[in-house]
């Protein structure tokens, strides 16, 4: 089996929505596991400081790299110069990472042009990327999706971005069964709440907040970190897992074995709801 620090030597990566929280983590981990990482976003400032931290962090010691690529991935031009500016530096593509992502959602009340936007990006763009990351990839390269436990279950004051998570879960399932003739395996990876921007907003940048908060529902105590959602993306775009397509790979400790009860038995609710006569 290969060595976490050289399972992506020699492979080339996109990462979209790169230029900062968990796209910015995963480049990071798939750099210094040896892949040579073009982060796409918007914000040239942000991504050239991203992939300048990356190459700063010595990850040329296992053959890895960062490069900034600015790019509007709702335009399918932009996506194929990001291919071709790729392909024309490397001659391959092995490693698509469709993560960028839209967090617009006003659940019920969201309008149409609200839907079609957060839509556009966060699952249309991928399906864009993908239909044409495909067309110059060999075998044995590998397409992974950001899903995520929102796209699970319910929640209130929520619709879009959930379904569009929702989606994102079913195309994986269908990329995989057409692209495996091909040699390509589609995978997604689904975060439940994960150390980022959002949730360093909500929790005033306490990330000692953040996992007592996030403890309540996930059984591993905390919320996630973005090195772990990469790692789980570095071994689900190795050659050791060569055997895994079509599914979705939870990544959320333990978020999604919990139901609404929180994991707690009814004799602990009924303690704690109801008052004792």
């Given amino acids: ?113 609200e839907w079609l936007a957060t839509l556009n990006v966060n699952l249309v763009s991928g399906a864009i990327f993908t239909q044409q990351a495909a067309a110059v990839m060999r075998p044995g390269s590998v397409v992974i999706n950001l899903g995520s436990t929102g796209g699970k279950f319910g929640a209130d004051g929520r619709a879009v971005y959930p379904a569009s998570k929702a989606a994102i879960i079913q195309i994986t399932k269908n990329f995989a069964v057409s692209l495996a003739p091909l040699g390509i395996r589609v995978v997604s990876v689904s975060p439940a709440w994960t150390w980022s921007p959002s949730v360093e907003s909500m929790s005033g940048g306490d990330i000692a907040k953040a996992d007592a908060v996030g403890a309540h529902f996930h059984p591993l105590g905390r919320v996630g970190r973005g090195e772990e959602i990469g790692r789980a993306i570095a071994f689900a775009a190795s050659s050791d897992a060569s055997w895994i397509t079509g599914i979705d790979i939870p990544v959320d400790g333990g978020f999604s074995i919990l139901g609404p009860d929180q994991g707690r038995s009814p004799r602990e609710w009924f303690g704690k709801l109801l008052p004792e006569s």
């Fill in 1 to 113: 089996m290969s060595t976490e620090t050289t399972r992506l030597a020699g492979k080339v990566a996109i990462v979209t929505g790169a230029t900062q929280g968990l796209g910015a983590d995963i480049a990071r981990v798939l750099a210094s596991a040896g892949a040579t990482v073009y982060l796409v976003g918007r914000g040239r400032e942000a991504g050239e400081a991203v992939a300048a931290s990356i190459v700063e962090s010595g990850v040329a010691a296992v053959g890895g790299s960062a490069r900034y690529l600015e790019a509007d991935i709702t335009d399918d031009a932009a996506i194929e110069r990001c291919i071709r500016t790729v392909m024309d530096d490397c001659g391959r593509l092995d490693l698509l990472v469709n993560n960028a992502c839209s967090y617009n959602d006003r659940g019920l009340a969201s309008s149409r042009a």
